[in-house]
């Protein structure tokens, strides 16, 4: 444990700020980057499923964590310092490599930063386990999830004028160098030797069953929806309105509010209703957001309306991924916990990659407004996997 809880609560807000970063600039400007590149919309949706390959390799990861203690220095310490270092290294070499003459390099260079990413990501999920007693683990959750939210607002934000006023390299560097936050922090956590009981054991993953797979494929498909619609927000708005890079660091900005509010909806919904009636009525919100998007996203409404749409879908992609990850809790054995969910958590980014896929082609073959509109059918189709997924389950109570 680190020296005091404060301490302690700022390292792993620390890990999530470092990643909210990342995730900022891939959610803000990445699109932006490739297209000015000379690239296609269709180039942006294959970057954007090969690059979230390594989040598919997170159970890969917790089972190497959860076995090996690395060179005697720990399960967690050593592999997330590991994972900041591959992330820092990318970041300074990917402006030296154009992905508009070099596409599949820049495509290397960020599968490989994600792997980066994805270790230190799972790690530090784990330290938290290993080391948060029961009754801080939702202060614990809090400076985590709000570290991720203000580091992709504060990448949206300063990386978005960066690109404007400055340069690409500058972008990069700059993420490099917000990448070393967490480091010192590091220092103060002690990470203790694991209990035996809390050792993995291979035959729990016999409780993978068929219901839970259906609640796997159900946060697939949840996430082709929305992250195959966010990736369309800021080029949609580019070709609609010709907002410029800092406009568009703003608006993700403004996106990430929404999602801090649709993360209290969401679980507020989790809380008053069973999860069964709780997703239903996400699946309805988001639908009327993706409907808004398709419909009222052009010069004729104005941009101000439009931005107040981008928060509105901000609200509903943040309840639905709160809305998955509680529901998910329910699927997963206390004796691999951590490994269960994080196969739980790879069908959910397996579907950021389709979606990315998906929606960056099909944008390119029918247009913004007719791809809003296949994913509404496509979220509709969550309805009867969430009435099999749930089927006569008593509700169970809170367990954040």
């Given at each position: 444990?680190?020296?005091?809880?404060?301490?302690?609560?700022?390292?792993?807000?620390?890990?999530?700020?470092?990643?909210?970063?990342?995730?900022?600039?891939?959610?803000?400007?990445?699109?932006?980057?490739?297209?000015?590149?000379?690239?296609?919309?269709?180039?942006?949706?294959?970057?954007?499923?090969?690059?979230?390959?390594?989040?598919?390799?997170?159970?890969?990861?917790?089972?190497?964590?959860?076995?090996?203690?690395?060179?005697?220095?720990?399960?967690?310490?050593?592999?997330?310092?590991?994972?900041?270092?591959?992330?820092f290294l990318c970041l300074v070499?990917?402006?030296?490599?154009?992905?508009?003459?070099?596409?599949?390099?820049?495509?290397?260079?960020?599968?490989?930063?994600?792997?980066?990413?994805?270790?230190?990501?799972?790690?530090?999920?784990?330290?938290?386990?290993?080391?948060?007693?029961?009754?801080?683990?939702?202060?614990?959750?809090?400076?985590?999830?709000?570290?991720?939210?203000?580091?992709?607002?504060?990448?949206?934000?300063?990386?978005?004028?960066?690109?404007?006023?400055?340069?690409?390299?500058?972008?990069?560097?700059?993420?490099?160098?917000?990448?070393?936050?967490?480091?010192?922090?590091?220092?103060?956590?002690?990470?203790?030797?694991?209990?035996?009981?809390?050792?993995?054991?291979?035959?729990?993953?016999?409780?993978?069953?068929?219901?839970?797979?259906?609640?796997?494929?159900?946060?697939?498909?949840?996430?082709?929806?929305?992250?195959?619609?966010?990736?369309?927000?800021?080029?949609?708005?580019?070709?609609?309105?010709?907002?410029?890079?800092?406009?568009?660091?703003?608006?993700?900005?403004?996106?990430?509010?929404g999602i801090v509010g649709g993360?209290?909806?969401?679980?507020?919904?989790?809380?008053?209703?069973?999860?069964?009636?709780?997703?239903?009525?996400?699946?309805?919100?988001?639908?009327?957001?993706?409907?808004?998007?398709?419909?009222?996203?052009?010069?004729?409404?104005?941009?101000?309306?439009?931005?107040?749409?981008?928060?509105?879908?901000?609200?509903?992609?943040?309840?639905?991924?709160?809305?998955?990850?509680?529901?998910?809790?329910?699927?997963?054995?206390?004796?691999?916990?951590?490994?269960?969910y994080a196969i739980l958590m790879?069908?959910?980014?397996?579907?950021?990659?389709?979606?990315?896929?998906?929606?960056?082609?099909?944008?390119?073959?029918?247009?913004?407004?007719?791809?809003?509109?296949?994913?509404?059918?496509?979220?509709?189709?969550?309805?009867?996997?969430?009435?099999?997924?749930?089927?006569?389950?008593?509700?169970?109570?809170?367990?954040?």
């Amino acid at each position: 444990m680190a020296k005091n809880k404060t301490l302690r609560y700022l390292t792993f807000g620390s890990l999530y700020f470092t990643q909210g970063t990342i995730m900022g600039f891939f959610a803000a400007l990445n699109a932006l980057y490739l297209l000015d590149n000379g690239l296609q919309m269709t180039d942006v949706g294959i970057f954007g499923f090969i690059a979230l390959l390594p989040f598919v390799l997170k159970i890969g990861l917790g089972i190497l964590s959860d076995r090996i203690n690395l060179f005697g220095l720990g399960h967690r310490k050593p592999y997330i310092f590991i994972g900041l270092i591959v992330q820092f290294l990318c970041l300074v070499a990917a402006p030296f490599i154009n992905p508009g003459t070099h596409f599949w390099g820049y495509v290397a260079i960020s599968f490989t930063l994600q792997l980066g990413m994805a270790l230190y990501d799972t790690c530090t999920d784990g330290l938290a386990l290993d080391t948060t007693p029961v009754e801080e683990q939702g202060t614990i959750q809090g400076f985590m999830v709000g570290g991720r939210a203000v580091g992709s607002i504060a990448a949206a934000t300063i990386v978005g004028f960066l690109a404007e006023n400055v340069s690409w390299l500058s972008v990069f560097w700059g993420l490099a160098a917000l990448t070393l936050i967490p480091v010192p922090f590091m220092f103060f956590v002690h990470e203790k030797q694991k209990d035996v009981e809390k050792r993995f054991d291979w035959s729990a993953f016999k409780a993978f069953d068929k219901r839970t797979l259906l609640a796997g494929l159900m946060g697939l498909l949840m996430f082709v929806i929305i992250l195959g619609a966010n990736q369309l927000i800021n080029p949609y708005l580019e070709a609609q309105f010709g907002i410029s890079l800092s406009e568009a660091g703003m608006i993700t900005s403004v996106w990430s509010l929404g999602i801090v509010g649709g993360s209290f909806l969401g679980g507020w919904l989790m809380k008053k209703y069973p999860p069964k009636k709780a997703l239903v009525i996400g699946v309805i919100l988001l639908s009327l957001s993706l409907s808004t998007l398709a419909f009222f996203l052009t010069p004729q409404y104005g941009l101000v309306l439009g931005i107040f749409l981008v928060i509105l879908f901000g609200v509903t992609y943040g309840t639905y991924q709160t809305q998955y990850f509680a529901a998910a809790m329910q699927f997963v054995d206390p004796r691999i916990a951590a490994s269960m969910y994080a196969i739980l958590m790879a069908f959910t980014n397996i579907g950021q990659g389709i979606g990315m896929y998906l929606s960056g082609t099909l944008a390119d073959l029918t247009g913004f407004s007719t791809t809003f509109m296949i994913l509404i059918g496509l979220n509709l189709l969550i309805l009867p996997l969430i009435s099999m997924v749930f089927k006569n389950q008593v509700p169970v109570k809170e367990t954040l």
